[in-house]
């Protein structure tokens, strides 16, 4: 077994879970303080700092995602999160209509994050639920 497919010890199983969730619960934070502040057209200045605690630490999210296992971009979760970004730059040429793409990037987020596992887990490249790397291989 390598060092990779090794079980996590306790300690370090707690210390990334409660990381994870940190990271987490101050993206959401970020998220509703910058999608806030656009529904309701308030001064940039208002929520900009809500904007980049959710840029930081969804991206941060998504680093420890992809780190952790590379299917995860190929999984309908890793692709509907990178679908996100891309409607975040549609911001730039579509800037009114920057509330209506915050909906719908919320919504993606519900689904993505609140997803069954076999909508979450689809590869787009298998065309299958894939978990572990033994369900990819032949």
Known sequence: MSKQQQP???KRFW????SKTVLRALHIVGVVGAGGGILVGADKGLWIHYWMMAMTTGSLL???EVVRDWRWL???KGVLTLIKIG???LFIPLAAHKAELIIFIILLSV???HGPAGLRHYSIIHR???HAKKEIKG
Not at 15 to 18: D, N, P, T
């Open 8 to 10: 996590l010890s306790e």
């Open 15 to 18: 210390f990334e879970r409660l």
């Open 62 to 64: 998504l680093i420890w």
């Open 74 to 76: 190929i999984q309908l």
């Open 87 to 89: 409607l975040l730059f």
């Open 111 to 113: 689904i993505v994050s």
């Open 128 to 130: 299958k639920v894939i």
